[in-house]
């Protein structure tokens, strides 16, 4: 065989072989493309148009109606805001988690390219891996920290208040791990299944059915992540609620059990995928 | 050219040419697959075991009483639902009805459309004589007869069995088919607005997040505007400016308002005018 100067021997096929390229492509996914800028759009005008609502419209329509005295001030009109913003951040942005996250395995599933690419020197959980780094930076960014940086400035705005900076970011933490719950969930039951239907239908099941499925017992809050950013059972405030405003969180349960489902999901999803047959 | 007995020709081409084939394949695929009875044994675990788990739990227990911090409009719900215990299945089923199976049909209707577009048998089945008309009101007719039978009447009347067998009430049948007669409507509202948004985006993303969010944009955001509440389908099966309309007319009670009922159908109507209308323009 004549000399090879163009080609270069990879050895690098163990466990996470090819991770680094498929990443860059997964990240070049969100950040060549309108995605990041979309998704950071669609969220802002959902999550903080409503914020703004809140802050801006309802006083006007408060006074126009003759109720503005029912309207707190100041500081509470803040915290107002600010559980406004928490637990609708911890819901709505929860929607375009599952839909992205079910396409990311299904989609190369089905149309042929997962197995093109594990053709390649790739490992598998490098593959499912990138997917999961790629979507958790892109969510990051265009579903929680653009979001949060509006919201800071705009209750600053409109009533003078302004909460520590990292106790703020520690709220915008747990609303993430929220969203990394759902994002892990998806991938895992894209992993599982080939099924869009259960891939989307029970995240959001799960998403909105606490009001269902807490009935089943008090339990079950403190073992799902909805108290991260909802108040729920026993707890007055959610925990991210109680995290911005310097208070002791009610329960670390639902912070622990969330981060340990999310380390369940990738397992199962690693596990899973090893064993898919193209 | 030879005589030919064996081709007919085929003089169907008007504006729904092909839609009986077309409609047979789309029934093929619920009634003639594992489909159906996948799709009602999942809600008959998801939507009658979450009843059957309600109908077990005590109803102090539901409204926190037993606390000692029930609120006056728990108070009330109690009461309601102590003199009447077919409404302790009835009320979760209606919300219930109005968020998981629209998730369900949502799910399954957004790929009615961009399945077929991506995968090229859209244009494939369209180079035969069928018209493009058809071809949309086959996936409409196919998918709403399927929910029909399945979410509706197999649902139905498995959920009516129940609450006699839990309670010993024997919800009046004329009011108990009204009720489902406006979940399915509510249903309708969503695959007709999937399948539009099938025709309009090539995205999931779009077909799936817009019906998302319109279903639970009223939990999301608190007071929404009534007017808002008025034209859109949510006030059919919760409650919102109005008491849900299907409790209405489960209890015999007459319609607080008909506004929401006909402004859905109206919705459903232009979904699918539009989906014509876009299909009827698509380039493949």
């Known amino acids: 065989m004549a000399s090879n100067n163009e080609f270069v021997l990879t050895r690098d096929v163990d466990w996470l072989g090819g991770f680094g390229n498929l990443a860059a492509k997964e990240n070049r996914r969100w950040w060549r493309t309108r995605r990041w800028l979309v998704q950071s759009l669609v969220w802002l005008v959902i999550v903080n148009g409503l914020v703004a609502f809140v802050l801006w419209v309802s006083p006007i329509a408060a006074e126009q109606q003759g109720a503005a005295d029912a309207l707190p001030v100041g500081q509470e009109f803040a915290l107002m805001a600010l559980t406004v913003f928490l637990s609708t951040l911890g819901i709505a942005p929860a929607i375009g988690v599952v839909i992205i996250g079910q396409d990311a395995m299904i989609n190369e599933k089905n149309n042929g390219t997962a197995a093109w690419v594990l053709s390649k020197p790739a490992s598998r959980v490098a593959f499912v891996l990138s997917k999961l780094s790629g979507n958790a930076l892109g969510i990051l960014f265009s579903m929680i920290l653009v979001q949060g940086i509006a919201a800071y400035l705009q209750i600053w705005l409109a009533t003078g208040t302004t909460y520590p900076l990292l106790k703020f970011a520690g709220g915008l933490g747990l609303v993430y791990l929220s969203l990394f719950f759902y994002l892990t969930l998806t991938i895992m039951l894209g992993a599982l299944s080939n099924s869009r239907g259960l891939a989307v239908g029970l995240p959001l099941f799960i998403l909105f059915g606490y009001q269902f499925l807490a009935l089943l017992g008090p339990w079950i809050v403190q073992i799902m992540p909805w108290n991260l950013t909802t108040p729920l059972g026993t707890s007055p405030t959610s925990l991210a609620m109680a995290l911005v405003l310097g208070q002791p969180l009610p329960t670390i349960l639902p912070l622990l059990t969330t981060a340990l489902w999310c380390l369940l999901f990738t397992a199962i999803a690693l596990w899973r995928f090893n064993r898919e047959e193209f | ?284």
């Open chain 2, 1 to 284: 050219m030879a005589a030919n007995s064996e081709l007919l020709m085929n003089g169907n081409t008007g504006w729904l040419g092909g839609f009986p084939n077309l409609l047979k394949k789309e029934n093929q695929r619920w009634w003639g697959t594992r489909s159906w009875w996948i799709q009602f044994v999942l809600w008959l675990v998801i939507i009658n075991g979450v009843i059957f788990a309600i109908y077990k739990t005590p109803i102090e227990q539901m409204y926190g009483s037993e606390s000692g911090d029930t609120n006056p409009a728990d108070l009330e719900m109690m009461r309601m639902m102590q003199a009447k215990p077919e409404l302790i299945g009835l009320i979760p089923y209606m919300r219930l009805a109005g968020m998981v199976l629209v998730i369900g049909v949502v799910v399954m209707a957004q790929s009615a459309m961009i399945a077929e577009k991506h995968s090229g048998t859209a244009a494939w089945v369209l180079s035969k004589p069928v018209s493009r008309s058809a071809f949309v009101l086959s996936k409409v007719a196919g998918y709403g007869l399927g929910v029909i039978g399945v979410m509706g009447f197999l649902l139905g009347a498995v959920l009516y069995g129940q609450i006699w067998l839990m309670t010993g009430v024997l919800i009046p049948p004329l009011a108990f088919v009204g009720m489902i007669s406006l979940m399915l409507l509510n249903l309708f509202f969503y695959l007709t607005l999937t399948i539009l948004l099938g025709t309009l985006f090539n995205a999931r993303g779009a077909v799936l997040g817009i019906p998302f969010l319109l279903l639970f944009i009223y939990v999301i955001i608190p007071g929404i505007p009534s007017w808002l509440a008025a034209i859109m389908p949510w006030n059919l099966m919760d409650n919102l400016t109005y008491p849900a309309l299907a409790l209405s007319v489960v209890q015999g009670q007459p319609l607080p308002t008909i506004i929401p009922l006909v402004v859905t159908i109206l919705w459903c109507l232009l979904f699918t005018g539009i989906a014509l209308w876009r299909f009827n323009r698509e380039e493949f």
